[in-house]
C-alpha cells in the first residue's frame, strides 16, 4: 500500500509541478508543442510494451481487445459531451473554459491509467517496482506535466488567479494519487481476467487520448520538432521498460 500510494504521489506530482510553472511562465507554443510531442512518445511506448501486453498476458487477446475498445468509446463518448460543454460554456473555447477542458481532459484518462499504474504493481510479490511499472509510471509523469502547463497558462490569460489555478491542480492530482492506490488495494486479488480488462481499458483509454488530444495538439504547436520529440519521448520509456 505505501509503494502504491509513493508512486501515485510521484507520477501525479507533475500536476502540481505543471500547474505552478504554467501559473508564472508562459513558454513559446513550440516549446509545450515539444513537451506534449514527447509525452505522446512515451505513452505510446507505455501502450506498447507494458499495458496491452500484460493485458493479453493476463485475460487473452478477446477480453483484452474488448476492453481496449470499450477503454477508447468511453473516452470517445465522455470527451465529445466535454467539448459540447466547454463550447456553451462562458466565453467558450477562447475563455477560461479551455483550461477546465484540460483538465477534465487529464483527469478522464488519467484516471484508468493511474488505476492501471497500481494494477502493474501487483503483479510483484514483494510490492517492488518493476520496470514495466517505471516505464508507466515515467510515462504518466511526463504527460501530466505539460498538460497542466498548458492548463494553467490557459486559466491565467483568461484571468484565474495562480492560486487558483495551482490549487485546482493540486486537487486533481490527489484524486490520481488516489486512483493509483484503489487500482492496487481495490483489484488485489480479483482474477487474471478482470485485470487484463481492466489494464486493456485503461490502455483504450489512453490510445484514445492521443489520437483525440496530445498529438493533435502537439502538431499544431510544435512542427517540426515533434517528430524527434515523440521519438525520444518513446524510446526513453521503452528502455525503462525493458530494463535495459
Known amino acids: 500500500m505505501l509503494t502504491a500510494l509513493l508512486v501515485g504521489v510521484i507520477g501525479s506530482s507533475a500536476l502540481v509541478l505543471g500547474g505552478a510553472l504554467g501559473s508564472y511562465w508562459k513558454p513559446a507554443r513550440w516549446v509545450t508543442g515539444v513537451f506534449l510531442a514527447f509525452a505522446s512518445g512515451t505513452l505510446i511506448s507505455a501502450l506498447s510494451f507494458e499495458l496491452f501486453p500484460e493485458a493479453v498476458e493476463l485475460a487473452g487477446v478477446l477480453p483484452s481487445a474488448i476492453g481496449l475498445l470499450v477503454g477508447a468509446a468511453t473516452f470517445v463518448v465522455v470527451s465529445s ?17 479551455v483550461g477546465f ?9 488519467g484516471v484508468p491509467e493511474n488505476t492501471a499504474l497500481g494494477v ?4 510483484s ?19 501530466n506535466f505539460p498538460e497542466a502547463l498548458v492548463g494553467a497558462m490557459s486559466m491565467r490569460a483568461a484571468g484565474r488567479t495562480a492560486r487558483f ?5 493540486s486537487i486533481a492530482a490527489a484524486l490520481l494519487t ?17 485485470l487484463g480488462f481492466a489494464l486493456a481499458f485503461a490502455g483504450g483509454a489512453v490510445l484514445a487520448s492521443l489520437a483525440d488530444t496530445l498529438m493533435p495538439e502537439a502538431f499544431e ?14 524510446v526513453i520509456a521503452f528502455v525503462l521498460a525493458e530494463g535495459l
Request: proline share 4%; hydrophobic share 60%.
Open 81 to 97: 459531451w466535454l467539448d459540447r460543454r466547454v463550447a456553451a460554456g462562458p466565453g467558450g473555447p477562447a475563455g477560461s473554459a
Open 101 to 109: 477542458a484540460l483538465l477534465a481532459a487529464v483527469t478522464l484518462d
Open 120 to 123: 502493474s504493481l501487483i503483479a
Open 125 to 143: 510479490a514483494d510490492l517492488g517496482i518493476t520496470a514495466g511499472s517505471l516505464a508507466l509510471l515515467f510515462a504518466i509523469f511526463a504527460s
Open 165 to 169: 489555478a495551482i490549487g485546482i491542480w
Open 178 to 194: 488516489v486512483a493509483v492506490v484503489v487500482g492496487f488495494s481495490a483489484l488485489n486479488g480479483v482474477n487474471e481476467t478482470a
Open 221 to 234: 504547436r510544435g512542427k517540426p520538432a515533434i517528430a524527434l520529440a515523440t521519438a525520444l519521448g518513446f
